[in-house]
């Protein structure tokens, strides 16, 4: 069976940090660009960041950049996106998605995860 798997979200403290892991099962990450959306209470979904199938690409939403990481590990098969300074803001639930392809679009994804809630408050 074909699936992607996120982990790593949780409740944290306004201006600490999460590091989400998204981990594939029954096929190879490598030539699948991955990314990370969210999606919050009464809005829409948006595209956080993405990676190319090399890992030598990325992209960040400006809400975004400066404060979160994406990254990869070939040898594990996983993804991560390490979110510091995290705010209020950034409370939703984050997917992991891929798509066959070298560069990295938000749109056309073949494959979802399920989700992984992040909660920032107090």
């Known amino acids: 069976q074909l699936q992607l798997v996120e982990s790593g979200g949780g409740l944290v403290q306004p201006g600490g940090s999460l590091r989400l892991s998204c981990t594939a099962s029954?096929?190879?990450?490598?030539?699948?660009?991955i990314g990370w959306f969210r999606h919050a209470p009464g809005k829409e979904r948006e595209g956080v960041s993405c990676?190319?199938?090399?890992?030598?690409?990325?992209d960040y939403a400006d809400s975004v950049k400066a404060r979160f990481t994406i990254s990869r590990d070939f040898a594990k098969n996983t993804v991560y996106l390490q979110m510091n300074s995290l705010k209020p803001e950034d409370t939703a639930v984050y997917y992991c998605?891929?798509?066959?392809?070298?560069?990295?679009?938000?749109?056309?994804?073949?494959?979802w995860g399920k989700g992984t809630l992040v909660t920032v408050g107090s």
């Open positions: 998605a891929a798509q066959n392809s070298h560069w990295c679009y938000y749109s056309g994804m073949d494959y």
């Open positions: 029954g096929f190879t990450l490598d030539t699948y660009s």
């Open positions: 990676i190319s199938s090399s890992g030598g690409n990325t």
